[in-house]
């Protein structure tokens, strides 16, 4: 099994400057309130609802300016969408080199988010490409149980 990785603090990120060019070459602009989520992003670096991120923003944002910059960021390829089981989505800025390809460890009961260095499902994944027919074939995967700190509190 691959080794976990408690969030993602040891990949590169993009800078503030390269998300601003990636947006202006789509005809958008930075924002304040677009800066100031990127900023959440880039700090935390781990899988964010959009009401974590909406809470961990400074000054005055609401909730459906959250969401629209966030569906704005995943269409762009800056941001990755993930459904860690309890029906939240939460989204995560990918590094500059980053295909969003990501496995997570979830904690059912605290929901800290561990990633799963490597996939070992290559080979599986190739096979089901040649026996299906299918094309653009990706996969997500996640594993559930109690982190140990949950454990030692009971």
Request: charged letters at 30%.
């Given at each position: 099994?691959?080794?976990a990785?408690?969030?993602?603090?040891?990949?590169?990120?993009?800078?503030?400057?390269?998300?601003?060019?990636?947006l202006?070459?789509?005809s958008?602009?930075?924002?304040?309130?677009?800066?100031?989520?990127?900023?959440?992003?880039?700090?935390?670096?781990r899988?964010?609802?959009?009401k974590?991120?909406?809470?961990?923003?400074?000054?005055?944002?609401?909730?459906?300016?959250?969401?629209?910059?966030?569906?704005?960021?995943?269409?762009?390829?800056?941001?990755?969408?993930?459904?860690?089981?309890?029906?939240?989505?939460?989204?995560?800025?990918?590094?500059?080199?980053?295909?969003?390809?990501?496995?997570?460890?979830?904690?059912?009961?605290?929901?800290?988010?561990?990633?799963?260095?490597?996939?070992g499902?290559?080979?599986?994944?190739?096979?089901?490409?040649?026996?299906?027919?299918?094309?653009?074939?990706?996969?997500?995967?996640?594993?559930?149980g109690?982190?140990?700190?949950?454990?030692?509190?009971?």
């Open positions: 099994m691959a080794m990785n408690p969030g993602h603090s040891g990949r590169p990120t993009r800078s503030m400057s390269e998300l601003a060019e990636r202006r070459r789509e958008r602009r930075l924002t304040g309130p677009r800066q100031a989520i990127l900023e959440v992003l880039r700090q935390h670096r899988p964010l609802s959009n974590e991120i909406l809470e961990l923003l400074p000054g005055d944002c609401d909730l459906a300016t959250v969401y629209r910059a966030m569906h704005l960021l995943r269409r762009l390829g800056l941001v990755q969408r993930y459904d860690l089981g309890d029906g939240v989505a939460r989204h995560e800025l990918l590094a500059p080199d980053d295909d969003g390809h990501h496995h997570h460890l979830v904690c059912r009961r605290c929901a800290r988010v561990v990633e799963l260095e490597d996939c499902l290559a080979a599986f994944e190739e096979s089901l490409v040649a026996r299906s027919g299918f094309t653009q074939v990706t996969h997500r995967l996640e594993f559930f109690v982190c140990p700190d949950c454990q030692r509190a009971g």
